[in-house]
Structure formats: structure tokens, C-alpha cells
């Protein structure tokens, strides 16, 4: 009682495709592809412009302190 049969899926599906037709539904699906595709190409970016980042701020902290050391022997 609480699954399906086969013809219950198969009238869901016929639904479905009379609802929204066959073209739309590969459009939406095709939609979907681009948008894990582009979702997984941003995180692959990611890892490479916070480590550029966190280099940057690193030579930014040596430049600072290298600075701060001059000052410190002039006091």
C-alpha cells in the first residue's frame, strides 16, 4: 500500500510529459549539467586564489615586520 506499482509510474510519467513536453524537459536537464559543471569549475578555482591570496598576505606580514625591525632599533 505504500509503494507504487509500475502503471502508477508509468501514467506519472505520461503526465509529465504531456505537461511540459519532451523538449523542455532535456532543455531543463541540460540546464542542469551546465550549472554542476560551472559549480565544480568555481570550486576547483577556489583552492587557487585563496592560496594566491594567502601568499600575498604573508609577504604582506614579512614586509611589515621588516619594517617594524628598523623603527624597533631606533627607539
Known sequence: MG???IWHWL???LVVLLLFGRGK???LMGDMAKGIKSFKKG???E???EAAENAKSI???SAESAKAEPE???S
Open 47 to 49: 583552492p587557487d586564489a
Open 59 to 61: 609577504e604582506q606580514k
Open 11 to 13: 501514467i506519472l510519467i
Open 43 to 45: 570550486l576547483a578555482d
Open 72 to 74: 624597533k632599533a631606533k
Open 25 to 27: 524537459i532535456s532543455d
Open 3 to 5: 509503494s507504487f506499482s
